[in-house]
């Protein structure tokens, strides 16, 4: 088989990639391990997607945002981080009207991208196969898929999770940290409105997230370390709401379960190339998020528009889409959207998971500070909003 583009990996990221390549007159295929009726009707994961403006705007380019059904899309009026014991909060508000960002179910994200992908006559998925070797030269591409298929192509693009298998076979390094921790993400039915208000709350052995859907309904992010997180997923419903109602000191009253409980290990990961010889990485492949700022997929969704552009410009000129300075190109711009958030990200979330007594103190004077330094945290509002305007591939 011959196609321009091969992606490994039919998540997000890799179906955005799909889809903003549509019309380029480029032949495109993505390979993904899973069936195609589990793309096409992803499994709740329990993970509710902070979408910022920009990210907005480019899936309404890509046609998904209207595909999320209305009652799925949810909005953040204010972010509030907390700390410890103190009622004391550092708050993030738009300057100017309109919510701070939206709320989406990550399996209904999916399932849009993929109809949108799907929709493109330039794209062929390749579902239940996965690409198990990659070859590349000057002058082209080729992989093997699990079933012995061979393709060539010019462009191999990645996206198979931050633990990515093709990233290591490209002897492409990665920084990875690991938090020792596990997050626990469930929906929960509560008897207090939230008013649209996210919490993060750095509370003494335990971070809490609150992100508000609509109703009086929240997604219930839960980090502890693994052995004491057991304990909880191990709890009956009702024993769940009950600790998950003790364990948020009741603030929005008595909380119940109203989803299934899904697990994941705290893991960031930062590549440290995102291309080599005709072979680029996208989404958590390239980089993978600590969800304190939920920039997860934003930034996924950033890289294959940042990319696309390139290989669309490429491709009406004529030229080479896997050029070297055309993927570099892609590199910088990434890598300065997102180093500076993954760094500080990390530092934040190792800061405030301290519970030394010193570091308590420094970590409620940051936010203190923070609250009294109107343009820093203006400056910081504007960055989690993405409200500049984003260029569309």
Known sequence: MQFDIVIAGGGPAGLSLATALGGSGLAVAVVERQPEADLAAPEFDGREIALTHRSVALLQALGAWERIPDAEKSEMAVARVLNGGSLYAMNFTPASGGPLGHLAPNHLIRAAVYQTAIAQPEVTLLAGVSVTAVRTTATGAGVTLSDGREITARLVVAADTRFSELRRRQGIPAQMRDFGRVMMVCRVEHDLPHEGVATEWFDYGQTIAMLPINGNRSSFVLTLPAREMDKVMAL??????????RRYRERLGQMRLVSKRIAYPLVTVYAERFVAERFALVGDAAVGMHP???????????????LARRIRAAAAKGADIAAPALLKAYEREHRMATLPTYASTNATARLFTDDRRPVRMLRDAMLRVGNLAAPVRGLITRHLMESGRPKLA
Do not use: K
């Open 236 to 245: 009956d419903e009702a024993a769940f709401g009950a600790e998950a109602t």
């Open 292 to 306: 304190v700022t939920a920039h997860g997929f934003n930034f996924g969704l950033r890289g294959a528009d940042a």
